[in-house]
């Protein structure tokens, strides 16, 4: 059974920082791309941060220099470090991992809230 299981958000002032973490089980993680997005009532999900299975990673452009996606093979763990929150990051951030051959393997973690408010 495939599970990405997300932890770490809360309530942040502005300008303060928080580190979401995703364990995932079930997959053969290594080979995984994995990516972090977030969805508020106001907008569509967003695709905030990718890292593939090389490490490689990728921004949105929101949030590039502030954001920062790592990956941990051994632990099969992915975090998403968030410094110099904005209140605009304020939205339910979900793990998500992927991976396609032949067949693609889409799964989706259940989504941490993260609010910055002052």
């Known amino acids: 059974q495939v599970q990405l299981v997300e932890s770490g958000g809360g309530s942040v002032q502005p300008g303060g920082s928080l580190r979401l973490s995703c364990a995932a089980s079930?997959?053969?993680?290594?080979?995984?791309?994995m990516n972090w997005y977030r969805q508020s009532p106001e907008k569509q999900r967003e695709l905030v941060a990718t890292?593939?299975?090389?490490?490689?990673?990728n921004y949105a452009d929101s949030v590039k220099g502030r954001f920062t996606i790592s990956r941990d093979n051994a632990k099969n763990m992915v975090y998403l470090q968030m410094n110099s929150l904005k209140p605009e990051d304020t939205a339910v951030y979900y793990c998500n991992g992927n991976y396609a051959a032949f067949v693609r393997y889409n799964y989706w973690g259940q989504g941490t809230q993260v609010t910055v408010s002052s």
């Open positions: 890292i593939t299975s090389s490490s490689s990673t």
């Open positions: 079930g997959i053969i993680f290594s080979i995984y791309t």
